[in-house]
């Protein structure tokens, strides 16, 4: 299957998890609704049912959630693990994300708490010079990726999203994800189809992916249940960071819909604006 080749073009993801990780494993610097039919398959069809789960997430409220991003460069490894939950209507989530323990077998970080909400992505406990009780703000609809990589962990909402441009969908078979029914679906999604399609508060951040990335095409596979909700999708990414291509893996695992989600953006004043240490 291709993956999606990501190049940077100049500039540095200042508060990128996933490049202070890799920086750190791999030394690699910084430059610069629908109705299910009787047999258990969607009416609309495979497509129609992956390219959908967007809106079956709208409809389920909010859930809590896992997440978890593989990253390999050359003989290296990492992972970065996130859980918290999101609240799909309005948009906004809570994730706490431990990066991976440094070589002597120690956490080298504190848990990041990130906050999620369309077109930004807050950061606490983010390190590199920013005062513990600071949040560092991101607009995502600058960074190269759309906040798909950067944040250490593929926001749930912009992950279902991602799936409007599903293509070339093949529907796998039933399996069982944690002691209920799923449908499994395996496919690639444009990303480019994706941010013309995709709900409003998505299509900014989908469109900067779109230009950042030099192949709109990205391997998935989709989980959905019996009411069209995502219970699961992974998608695989690549990109080059100057020494190598970096293959990320992306999962988000959702679960206990309806669970409360409650999301408190930062005050002005809880903003770190001073410099961010490389």
């Known amino acids: 299957m291709v993956v999606q080749q990501h190049r940077r073009r100049g500039g540095c993801w200042a508060f990128a998890v996933a490049a202070v990780v890799l920086g750190t494993a791999a030394t690699s610097g910084c430059s610069g609704g629908g109705g299910a039919a009787a047999d258990g398959r969607w009416a609309g069809g495979d497509v129609d049912a992956v390219r959908k789960a967007a ?17 390999a460069t050359g003989g290296t490894r990492v992972t970065i693990r996130g859980e918290g939950g999101y609240d799909f209507r309005r948009r906004t989530g809570r994730l706490e994300v431990v990066l991976p323990k440094d070589p002597a077998g120690a956490n080298a970080h504190r848990p990041i708490t990130e ?27 600058t960074l190269e990726d759309g906040n798909l990589v950067t944040g250490g962990a593929t926001d749930p909402l912009a992950a279902a999203e991602l799936l409007r441009g599903a293509a070339e969908v093949t529907y796998v078979g039933d399996e069982e994800l ?20 995709a709900e409003p508060h998505a299509r900014a951040s989908l469109a900067a992916a779109a230009k950042g990335f030099a192949s709109d095409l ?45 999301v408190r953006l930062p005050d002005a004043r809880d903003i770190y604006a001073g410099k961010i240490r490389a």
């Open 55 to 71: 809106d079956a997430l709208a409809g389920a409220g909010s859930s809590k959630a896992r997440t978890s991003m593989e990253m």
């Open 115 to 141: 906050l999620l909400a369309p077109g930004a992505l807050y950061m606490k406990n983010r390190g590199a010079g920013v005062p513990a009780d600071k949040w560092v703000r991101v607009d995502t609809t």
């Open 178 to 197: 944690a002691g209920e029914k799923v449908r499994h679906y395996r496919g690639t999604t444009d990303i480019a189809r994706a941010a013309r399609v």
């Open 218 to 262: 990205v391997p998935f596979d989709a989980y959905l249940d019996d009411a069209g909700r995502l219970r699961k999708v992974r998608h695989r990414f690549s990109f080059t960071n100057g020494t190598g291509e970096v293959a990320v893996t992306s999962t988000t695992l959702l679960y206990d819909f309806g669970t409360p989600v409650v």
